[in-house]
């Protein structure tokens, strides 16, 4: 029961799911932080951007600057959800996924999302064919002066990688991926869906 890395990569023009061309959602949000409506509100040091739990099950970037906002996770948590700045750019997004269980997003301003892989905590437990005493798949460390981030791996192993600067691809709905490509020095991404239908979507430049 591991969780793999989200794939993160380049994308050229725009940022998936960066809805900086969506003002109405924007809008939205300025006017439930006004009216403290929303289900939770974190802003980061300096104030000038806030991840918000607009819904009580997912949590949105909000930037009041540049007026943009992206999803970081869009109606999958559980009640909870709680935000911690390490900087005004890095957070982790943070809720419980059951009796000893916690789920943790680490997010890169403005559209980097990913997890590390879940983890299962052995002290007392340890005859595998019975439940850890806890798992999470919190980052053991997260440097934002060095830009890295240390995780166990599903092996057992502390890997240390660096935190990416390029936007996390959201795959089309529907589609998976098993194998991607560099042509002309861009990243290609082939996806099929069921039927067996073959998309190949080009990125920004590597």
């Known amino acids: 029961m591991f969780l793999t890395f989200i794939l993160l990569n380049w994308i050229d023009s725009c940022y998936a799911q960066l809805q900086s061309n969506n003002p109405s959602l924007f809008d939205k949000l300025i006017k439930k932080i006004n009216t403290h409506t929303l289900c939770g509100i ?3 040091p300096s104030k000038t951007a806030a991840i918000v739990n607009d819904d009580c099950r997912s949590a949105i970037y909000v930037d009041f600057k540049k007026k943009i906002t992206y999803t970081i996770a869009d ?5 909870h959800i ?7 750019t890095i957070a982790t997004v ?5 009796t000893g269980c916690a789920n943790v ?3 890169v ?3 980097v999302a990913f997890s590390c892989p879940v983890h299962e905590y052995r002290i007392e437990s340890l005859d595998e064919h019975e439940p850890p005493d806890y798992y999470h798949n919190r980052p053991l460390l997260i440097d934002p002066r060095r830009k890295i981030v240390a995780c166990y791996d599903g092996e057992n192993n ?3 990688f660096p935190l990416p600067k390029q936007a996390t691809i959201h795959p089309p709905r529907g589609y998976f991926s098993e194998k991607a490509e560099i042509r002309d020095n861009k990243l290609t991404v082939i996806y099929s869906n ?3 239908i073959i998309k190949n979507i080009t990125y920004g430049k590597i």
């Open 42 to 44: 974190q802003y980061n």
């Open 75 to 79: 109606k999958k948590l559980a009640n």
């Open 82 to 88: 709680f935000a911690t700045w390490i900087n005004d």
């Open 94 to 98: 943070e809720n419980s996924c059951g």
């Open 105 to 107: 997003i680490v997010f």
């Open 109 to 111: 301003a403005p559209a």
């Open 158 to 160: 502390i890997q240390v």
């Open 194 to 196: 069921k039927q067996g």
